[in-house]
């Protein structure tokens, strides 16, 4: 193998071992080459310093260089990638930009790796390989313009408006026009052009997101140039709006992100619901408006989540918290992370339920003679809100209705506690049959609703009772779930049928329910017992 040292920092192209040009970019040697050896095959790649300072790059990068290496023009990992290698995370999906023949060469390693590639976007000549068992995706495009600058300049923010040559494997190959890298050290959100969010105007979302996920600020410029294009946000896909605010929402500050829209205007343009909520004002125990309570919900939510996780809770006085949820943390954490419909995971739908859990609150605000305001049915006028803003934002049906299900149900546990009653079975088999799966994550959400509503623990008696029913709960669902959730049936509706001559409609329906209710809460328990339930029952 040809020693390229002499070349460290610059591009050559070679023919096969011989160096036939070198340059400052691929294409100054590429250019260089074909004047000296014109019919030649040629590659091009960069050369990197072998004592610069690696960087933290994903290993599906070291299974790709290889094939990159051998392509005649050159190649650049762009964007996202560059800057989580220099924030030293990995990621999987990968942009890569080139001259041109982006598409082809898209096809090309996906016939290499064995995997599918399609095409995106034929105009722009931009191509996909997709590693479905891994969701990750590898992008291929060309050059917005004529050359890397180029593209680089009609980026969103500073710190995407990164490349590094596929060869290279070095912080000093970082090739940054607009300052990025220290962007990055200072923290930092900024456009890198003033045309970026009329070309784009997701891309104000996406500010708040990044902002969130990596606790960087906007410049204030760029704050500025947010807030005036957000009325133009309504004239984009829903899907890409959709998409970003489920991204911020899943950041370790949901609120923060959430915040950040309301005061650049954006919330009014995605979530109007919830924008409305900013200026309902609640009785005591409450002690913020519903806006505030509902972010401060969210806030509590990720502290309630770290408790499934963490040795120690963040928050001292919640150590009878983590005590509780020990014995279904591993299950718990299961249940967040699997995904649900849609590529949308647990976490995902319980964050979009904190998010509209008192949705249905400025459509039900009474208050009373005493000056007490009171929001009754607005679980349920909530359901009917959210519901009605996840359907134009494209969610799927059954991810909406999870959510509807959160939702309707995050005062159920409350309820529960405030009888000052042990849970019944009865009450299990109700709040489940209610709710379903999601009946855990009202759990967690009841959780953190309380937390939100005194700002702590607050009242002692309230939070150790609301303890009790969620421990019930859980405790029902992950170690008697065959005996309280969702006992098998005694009997099926044919036995109905015969043993009470029947027809078949609706009533052998509802004797079928209220016999696994009595089941569930330990009235019956033999097909004879269940028979005869079913008789009296139905003579009622």
């Known amino acids: 193998m040809t020693d390229l040292s002499a070349y460290t920092g610059r591009w050559v192209a070679l023919a096969g071992d011989e160096v036939a040009g070198v340059g400052f970019t691929g294409l100054e040697a590429l250019h260089m080459a074909r004047q000296n050896r014109y019919k030649a095959r040629l590659t091009v790649q ?14 599906l990068l070291e299974r790709l260089r290889p094939l990159l290496a051998q392509s005649s023009q050159p190649i650049y990992l762009v964007g996202g990638a560059v800057r989580d290698a220099l924030l030293g995370r990995y990621t999987n999906d990968l ?9 082809k060469l898209a096809f090309r390693i996906g016939d290499a790796l064995g995997e599918p590639a399609y095409v995106l976007d034929r105009e722009r000549d931009t191509g996909r390989v997709a590693l479905p068992g891994q969701e990750t995706y590898l992008d291929f495009s060309r050059f917005r313009g004529p050359d890397l600058l180029a593209d680089l300049q009609e980026r969103d923010f500073s710190i995407n408006a990164l490349a590094l040559p596929s060869t290279a494997v070095t912080r000093t190959a970082i090739i940054d026009p607009f300052g990025g890298q220290q962007d990055l050290l200072d923290g930092r959100i900024r456009l890198v052009n003033d045309h970026a969010l009329q070309d784009d105007p997701v891309r104000g979302l996406r500010a708040v997101r990044l902002a969130a996920s990596l606790n960087f600020t906007l410049t204030p410029e760029t704050a500025t140039a947010v807030q005036q294009a957000a009325p133009l946000l309504s004239a984009v896909s829903v899907e890409r709006i959709r998409d970003e605010l489920v991204k911020m929402l899943v950041t370790a500050v949901p609120d923060q992100a959430v915040r950040q829209m309301e005061t650049l205007r954006l919330l009014p343009v995605v979530l109007p619901e919830i924008d409305a909520l900013a200026d309902v004002t609640q009785s005591p125990p409450h002690h913020e408006p519903v806006l505030a309570h509902t972010l401060s919900a969210l806030r509590w939510l990720v502290v309630v989540e770290e408790c499934l996780v963490e040795e120690r809770p963040s928050v001292p006085e919640l150590a009878s918290l983590q005590t509780m949820l020990a014995p279904f943390a591993e299950s718990l954490r299961a249940h967040l992370a699997r995904v649900i419909d849609g590529g949308l995971d647990g976490r995902t739908l319980l964050r979009l339920g904190a998010l509209f859990h008192d949705v249905g609150k400025r459509e039900t605000q009474t208050v009373e003679d005493d000056g007490r305001i009171r929001f009754l049915g607005h679980d349920k006028a909530g359901e009917q809100i959210a519901a009605s803003r996840l359907r134009r934002l494209h969610l799927s049906s059954k991810a909406t209705k999870y959510v509807g299900r959160i939702v309707y149900g995050h005062m159920r546990p409350l309820l529960l506690a405030n009888t000052g009653r042990p849970v019944s079975r009865r009450a299990v088999f109700r709040f ?46 992950f170690e008697e779930h065959d005996k309280t959730v969702a006992p098998p049936p005694l009997v099926d509706g044919r036995v109905l049928i015969k043993e009470l001559n029947l027809q078949p409609g609706p009533e052998v329906g509802r004797l079928l329910r209220l016999i696994q209710e009595a089941q569930a809460a330990g009235d019956i328990a033999t097909v004879t017992e269940a028979i005869a339930f079913a008789h009296q029952s139905h003579e009622k």
Do not use: K
């Not at 960069?46 to 290993?59: I, K, N, Q, R």
């Not at 953190?448 to 029902?476: C, F, I, K, P, S």
């Open 432 to 477: 489940f049959r209610d709710t379903g799966a999601a009946g855990l994550d009202v759990c967690l959400l009841s959780l953190a609703d309380h937390l939100a509503m005194y700002n702590g623990v607050g009242d002692e008696a309230a939070w150790e009772r609301l303890l009790g029913v969620t421990a019930a709960l859980l405790q029902n669902y």
């Open 95 to 103: 942009d890569f930009v080139l001259p041109q023949g982006a598409i």
């Open 46 to 59: 960069y050369v990197d310093d072998p004592a610069g300072e690696a960087l933290t790059l994903s290993p």
